[in-house]
T-cell receptor, first 117, second 115 residues
Framework: GAVVSQHPSRVICKSGTSVKIECRSLDFQATTMFWYRQFPKQSLMLMATSNEGSKATYEQGVEKDKFLINHASLTLSTLTVTSAHPEDSSFYIC?????????????FGPGTRLTVL | KNQVEQSPQSLIILEGKNCTLQCNYTVSPFSNLRWYKQDTGRGPVSLTIMTFSENTKSNGRYTATLDADTKQSSLHITASQLSDSASYICVVSRTSNTNAGKSTFGDGTTLTVKP
């Protein structure tokens, strides 16, 4: 149990376009999901906390108008990178914690590799 | 400042050998420490999670230790296999965190197991 999926696994887009990444908790409901960004040879950096039914909480330095987060249901959160630029190219990972587990026991999705040309 | 430092940054070992990865932290007050394995191009997968009262926890060939007094943890890998080649990330959470995502991540140790 406690499986988190992401779609797509890889996406290549042109500069200026928008890209949507989905994060799903397959076998549990998650009121909170987390979005991370990871650059090569670096650790995960928390971008924002996605809250079901309310606005996401963004970390300092993360532009909320550029990285739109929508947590429309208890099993789905989406991250939309708007007007993508090459510097947005990165590995995006989401995570969630099942309600019956410790709040700090996160389960990560497989990640989405975004390449902006 | 809450920090998690891992060493070594990278490590190369021969298949079948054992190795130990280190994690030192200054996160306080301490809630739990987790070790993850991240294969290249994949999301992290949980190996162990330890709370303040736990000194050691095993998951197959992986054994994690925790010394909450010295704020140190280690991950020992026994009889390494080629599939153990990955990045190993140490993550520490504070008790004041209601938000699990606000854990402190180490930079990881990149392990390469060679035949």
């Amino acid at each position: 149990g406690a499986v988190v999926s992401q779609h797509p696994s890889r996406v290549i887009c042109k500069s200026g376009t928008s890209v949507k990444i989905e994060c799903r908790s397959l076998d549990f409901q998650a009121t909170t999901m987390f979005w991370y960004r990871q650059f090569p040879k670096q650790s995960l950096m928390l971008m924002a906390t996605s809250n079901e039914g309310s606005k996401a909480t963004y970390e300092q330095g993360v532009e909320k108008d550029k990285f739109l987060i929508n947590h429309a249901s208890l099993t789905l959160s989406t991250l939309t990178v708007t007007s993508a630029h090459p510097e947005d190219s990165s590995f995006y990972i989401c995570s969630a914690s099942p309600p019956d587990r410790s709040v700090n026991e996160q389960f990560f999705g497989p990640g989405t590799r975004l390449t902006v040309l | 400042k809450n920090q998690v430092e891992q060493s070594p940054q990278s490590l190369i070992i021969l298949e079948g050998k054992n190795c130990t990865l280190q994690c030192n932290y200054t996160v306080s007050p301490f809630s739990n420490l987790r070790w993850y394995k991240q294969d290249t191009g994949r999301g992290p997968v949980s190996l162990t999670i330890m709370t303040f009262s736990e000194n050691t926890k095993s998951n197959g060939r992986y054994t994690a230790t925790l010394d909450a007094d010295t704020k140190q943890s280690s991950l020992h890998i026994t009889a390494s296999q080629l599939s153990d080649s990955a990045s190993y990330i140490c993550v520490v959470s504070r008790t004041s965190n209601t938000n699990a995502g606000k854990s402190t991540f180490g930079d990881g140790t990149t392990l390469t197991v060679k035949p």
